[in-house]
């Protein structure tokens, strides 16, 4: 067992409640279930230390509750978490590889909790996300219990309710969202909630906004570019798409227009690619694959690119933050749809290994290069593992600081693994999406299914494409066969089609904060955005040992952007009405020079650009962005696809993996003296 601090906060989530409860979209808890919806903003509010509840009084909220402490674990101010406090001897900083005050935690060498390009990255946010929840459920309990006290004929209505409460998710992928955008609830600072007796009253929206607890931390600094200022020093409250002011307002038109539209199906179809993977891929290096944007374990021998969830989870801190908190992750869980964010991202996790369960970190993976075993490892000099520790699944190695169990050990990635019965306790699951309950066992069959579902829901399944092909355009695409290829029996391959995927790899330190590469399709007078990769980056003046160690080593972070199918066939049509002589390669061609790439920071800068293929004219040396910022690769790849033959709710597999052009040969323009060589 660790040695035990002078205080720890344990956490366990609603087990209070003894029993586990879904977490629901929020847009359901406000319309559907009024009393849970009151008891969380009240909840919400009162962590957060809003003092004018409109009954109840103010609630006692643990410091290590704080919201202003839960936030701080994920950045700024770097100190230690007010609920896992040291001992003294426990903060010694002479280096002795043989004592735990060295290879465990010490105040002495903190340098932040990141566990942002790592095999940990989705297991660490599942109890930070459970730590929110428990801190709102403990204030709702007592809320509910006054309300029922002082209000007889309520018994049995807020009590049950605040026992049923969970952290609620929004799901930033949902077909609705590319119409509508945010909903209301999100963006609007007041928020309409129930009363007892049946009436409403308007309060103030703590999804909105957060004021700072206590004042602005001391070491808060802002953070300037070349189109303005984050005034992270003077803004005394979160903010979402600033404009360069001291004053700072949060411009809800902008945070509208970066999720809408083709902004949004860019995210829906990034997210069904995810659940595009096979059956039978090689465990740990599928996961490393998944859960993050470094992939440790990738080789040039894997062609398959279907993406990370850290890469699309990005996505939305970008889109959200823009000159703001959410976009710079030491300042990100200040803004309190971050952990609304993160519910729906663990919803995710949970989705998905209940689809691929048997997918898994492990203790480690085989290079395919050498067949010899590595370990999972990550340069984050932290708090938690100075000295570039061994990442395993459980023990000490292990740990997923600082968040503790009520014995005092750390939570483990093994603990966080899994909702069902059989996992670890966590009294939470989510609510049933398309007949999956992630908290339920079922066959391999059943999971098979569900992936099938959950690609299509998403927007993007290749099976149906395929049958919206231009058949006779598309009779040049070459497609190996599934028994050539070494598919299961009864895959049959689809002929003449393939999916198009646009693999971008980026320095994560290019700009010295977060930016974006967004990719645009150009034809004519048209031109239009496709899709983005967001590099989640810190600044070099901060804190995060983490951070420094990927900087040192010149980091680069993965993302992967399907094309649109109907985009590809109207280019493939093309392609072949003005040839008589077309090759897969004479596709990619044209694909390749009707795409445009641009590199762009958070706030709307625009920092370099380039035009696509071979025809496009070469950038001059004096005006070339330097190789320090431009992308280490923007490639086109593509995959063939095979369906069960026996069984058309089987999910297609993607097999036959190739890479294809470079989609900028003749260089990046740069368009700032940010980008200049």
């Known amino acids: 067992m660790t040695d035990l601090p002078i205080y720890y906060y344990p956490v366990v989530g609603r087990k209070s409640t003894r029993g586990t409860f879904d977490r629901i979209s929020i847009e359901d808890m406000q319309q559907n279930h009024p009393y849970q919806f009151t008891l969380f903003i009240l909840g919400y509010a009162a962590i957060q230390g809003i003092h004018d509840p409109p009954y109840g009084g103010i ?7 704080s919201y202003m402490e839960i936030a701080g674990i994920h950045g700024k101010p770097y100190r230690e978490y007010a609920g896992d406090r040291k001992m003294p001897e426990q903060k010694i900083a002479d280096y002795d590889p043989a004592d735990p005050k060295d290879t465990l935690p010490i105040p002495s060498r903190f340098g932040g909790y990141c566990n942002h390009g790592s095999v940990s990255f989705p297991t660490w946010h599942r109890p930070y996300v459970m730590l929110v929840e428990q801190a709102i459920g403990d204030v709702a309990d007592r809320l509910a219990a ?3 006290k002082e209000n007889l004929d309520e018994v049995g209505r807020w009590v ?10 929004w799901d930033w992928a949902a077909p609705k969202v590319v119409t509508e955008g945010f909903p209301p ?9 129930l009363l007892p007796g049946g009436q409403t009253t308007s309060v103030r929206n703590p999804l909105s906004y957060y004021s700072y607890q206590g004042g602005i931390p001391p070491d808060f600094e802002d953070e300037e570019t070349r189109n303005g200022t984050a005034y992270f020093s003077q803004w005394t409250r979160s903010f979402r798409h600033s404009p360069s002011d001291p004053n700072g307002s949060t411009d809800n038109e902008a945070l509208q227009a970066a999720i809408i539209g083709q902004r949004a199906e860019d995210i829906r179809r990034q997210l069904g690619l995810l659940f595009n993977i096979p059956d039978g891929q090689d465990p740990a290096r599928t996961w490393d694959e998944f859960s993050n944007t470094i992939n440790e374990s990738r080789s040039d021998l894997n062609l398959r690119n279907t993406g990370s969830l850290e890469s699309i989870h990005g996505l939305i801190h970008g889109a959200v933050g823009g000159n703001g908190h959410m976009a710079t992750p030491d300042y990100a869980a200040y803004d309190p749809f971050f952990f609304l964010h993160h519910s729906n991202v663990d919803r995710i996790i949970a989705l998905w290994e209940w689809c691929y369960r048997d997918y898994w970190m492990e203790d480690g993976y085989t290079d395919p290069r050498t067949g010899r075993f590595a370990a999972w490892t990550q340069d984050r000099g932290t708090y938690a593992q100075v000295y570039n520790e061994q990442i395993l699944p459980s023990g ?5 600081y600082p968040f503790r169990l009520e014995n005092g050990e750390y939570w483990t990635s093994e603990q966080a693994h899994f909702l069902d019965s059989n996992s670890y306790p966590k009294y939470y699951s989510y609510d049933e999406f398309l007949g999956i309950k992630v908290d339920r066992q079922a066959t391999a069959e059943e999971r098979r299914a569900a992936r099938r579902r959950i690609y299509d829901y998403y927007g993007y399944n290749p099976g149906e494409a395929a049958t919206k092909t231009n058949k006779a355009s598309w009779s040049h695409v070459p497609v190996r066969s599934a028994r050539e290829a070494g598919l299961p029996e009864l895959f049959k391959e689809i002929s003449n089609f393939r999916i198009f995927v646009v693999v971008v790899r980026l320095p994560e330190h290019a700009f010295n904060r977060s930016y974006n590469f967004e990719l645009h399709y150009n034809h004519g007078t048209e031109s239009r955005f496709i899709g983005a990769v967001t590099v989640f980056a810190r600044p070099d003046h901060s804190p995060c040992k983490a951070c ?8 680069i972070i993965r993302g992967a952007i399907p094309l649109p199918f109907s985009l590809v066939n109207d280019i493939v049509v093309r392609s072949r009405a003005g040839r008589t002589n077309s090759t897969l390669e004479t596709t990619t061609t044209d694909i390749t020079k009707c795409l445009s790439g641009v590199l762009v920071d958070t706030a709307g800068k625009v920092l370099a650009t380039a035009k696509g293929g071979l025809e496009a004219p070469r950038v001059p040396d004096e005006e070339s962005a330097s190789d320090t910022v431009v992308p280490a690769e923007v490639a086109l790849y593509t995959s063939a696809a095979a369906e069960k033959t026996d069984d058309r709710k089987h999910p297609v597999q993607l097999f036959d993996w190739q890479a294809h052009n470079a989609l900028f040969p003749n260089g990046w323009r740069a368009e ?6």
Do not use: C, H, N, W
């Open 146 to 148: 006054d309300i029922e």
């Open 548 to 555: 420094a160690k990927r900087r040192a080593s010149g980091s």
């Open 160 to 169: 049950p309710a605040a026992r049923m409460l969970r952290f609620p998710y």
């Open 396 to 400: 000490a190695r292990g740990s997923l």
């Open 185 to 193: 609830v999100i963006v609007d600072d007041t928020v309409e909630i």
């Open 672 to 677: 700032d003296q940010e980008a200049s060589s």
């Open 59 to 65: 609630q006692p909220v643990p410091p290590a509750a």
